[in-house]
Every structure is written in structure tokens, then in C-alpha cells.
């Protein structure tokens, strides 16, 4: 039945950029998040807040590492959904990376694999893409699959996956972010947070 909903989807989006050829970002956004949605079964819990609230702070103590880069300045300048995957090792190979360390993809349909390693390797390739996201002005999203201890107690049926999301603060929110926004279901605000 999802490949029906799927195949009437795109029906619709090919009709919809027919006669909005230019459309707007918002409206591109939610296309790609609720085709995602859709393909996954994907619940977007992102985290909120202001630049240097902890977000990423929070995240990086949820997964038990330090994944993702913090820093004093503005440093999470692209989304990333943090996907649990239970196949993942708790404790990365040092190398050479196996099929269950962690990996960084470039998007949401995980084809564009960017790197598959230790802590040390997801975070300067998650740091990387950040610096990148500011020299170019793009509007990536990357997904790190990861095992995520606080996850791996629950009984998650296979086709429903929460996704931690690290947004950029909300003092930068652009219309990307606002799209993005729009199709959650529910966020974690955090006002400010110190390790």
C-alpha cells in the first residue's frame, strides 16, 4: 500500500510543478520531508533553541559522544537527523570501519554515503559539511546512523523510526528551517543547556 501512496505522490508533485514550476522553499521542503516521511515511516524530533543553547550538547550526551561538533560560536549550520539503528556498534571499530560502525549520509534516502567510522571520523566529516554549508549557501541535510543507548531500550517496531534532529539556532531560521518546522509532529525546546 505505501508504494500506491508513494506512486500517487509523485502523480501529484509532477502535476504541482507543472503548473508551479518555480515553487517556493517552503513548499519544497515539505515535499521532500513528507516524501521521506512517507518512504520511512520517519518521526522528526528535532531540538530547538537559540545559537549556543546546548542543543547539540544534548544530543552528543544522548548518543554517549561526541558526534557532532559544539563549539562557542554558531556550529550546527546543517540539519542532521540522527537515525537509532540497533545494528550500529556502541563502540565504533578503529578501523579499517565495518558494515555496523556509524555512518554519515548526505541525504535522507541514505544513498550518498560520506563516511563510515570511529567518533573522531563522523565528527570532523559532520564538521566539514557544516564549514561547507557557509562558504556555499546550501541547504544540506545529513543522517547519522548511530546506536543510540536511550533508544535501544524501547521496543521500536521496525517501520516506525524517531529521528533526533540537530537544527541550526533559531536566530538563523530561514525559510528551509520554517518548511521543515511546519510538518513535525512535536520538538524538544531547549532553553539553555551547560555539560
Known amino acids: ?3 500506491e501512496v508513494l506512486d500517487a505522490f509523485d ?3 509532477k502535476q504541482l510543478q507543472l503548473h508551479y514550476p518555480s515553487g517556493t522553499i517552503i513548499a519544497k521542503e515539505r515535499i521532500r520531508s513528507l516524501r521521506a516521511k512517507i518512504t520511512k515511516y520517519m518521526i522528526p524530533i528535532p531540538l ?12 552528543n550526551a544522548l548518543l554517549g559522544g561526541t558526534y557532532l561538533p559544539t563549539g562557542m560560536r554558531r556550529t550546527t549550520l546543517v540539519r542532521t537527523y540522527i537515525k537509532h539503528d540497533p545494528n550500529v556498534h556502541s563502540i565504533s571499530c578503529q578501523s579499517p570501519p565495518c558494515e555496523h560502525c556509524p555512518k554519515v549520509f548526505k541525504s535522507l534516502q541514505e ?4 563516511v563510515s ?3 573522531k571520523q563522523i ?3 559532520v564538521m566539514k559539511r557544516n564549514k561547507e554549508a557557509v562558504d556555499k549557501e546550501e541547504h544540506l541535510a545529513l543522517v547519522l546512523t548511530v546506536n543510540i543507548p536511550c533508544f535501544s531500550q524501547l521496543s521500536l517496531h521496525y517501520s516506525l523510526a524517531p529521528y533526533l534532529v540537530d537544527c541550526c539556532g533559531m536566530e538563523w531560521v530561514e525559510q528551509d528551517t520554517q518548511g521543515f518546522l511546519s510538518v513535525t509532529s512535536s520538538v524538544i525546546a531547549v532553553l539553555n543547556f551547560k555539560d
Open 111 to 114: 544513498t550518498d554515503l560520506l
Open 48 to 59: 530547538i533553541g537559540v545559537v549556543n543553547a546546548g542543543k547539540t550538547t544534548i544530543i
Open 123 to 125: 565528527h570532523d566529516e
Open 1 to 3: 500500500i505505501i508504494h
Open 11 to 13: 502523480d501529484q508533485l
Open 117 to 119: 567510522g570511529t567518533e
